[in-house]
């Protein structure tokens, strides 16, 4: 399963690397919509992102619009000393 799961996610990574900058910036535009407008989205009071790489959907514009609305947007960070992910506001 693991060895399926990072073949999966190199298929990925490639599909994505392999994008146009305007195609990229058109799809995370689209995606960014669909999630603004879930209801899930509109309702939650917490948002938990990720900060976008340059090949990845790229998560400012949806960031700024969670803040705009005054949701609490917190973002991973590797604390080194403890080896685990913790979510920062």
């Known amino acids: 399963m693991e060895r399926k799961k990072a073949l999966l996610r190199n298929q990925l990574r490639y599909s994505l690397a392999v994008l146009s900058p305007s195609k990229r910036r058109a799809k995370s535009k689209r995606i960014i919509k669909c999630l603004t407008g879930l209801p899930v989205f509109r309702k939650a009071a917490n948002i938990a992102l990720y900060a976008s790489l ?35 506001q």
């Open 54 to 88: 340059p090949e990845e959907v790229d998560t400012r514009s949806l960031i700024d619009k969670a803040l705009s609305l005054n949701k609490n947007v917190f973002l991973p960070r590797v604390n080194k000393k403890k080896g685990e992910l913790e979510l920062f």
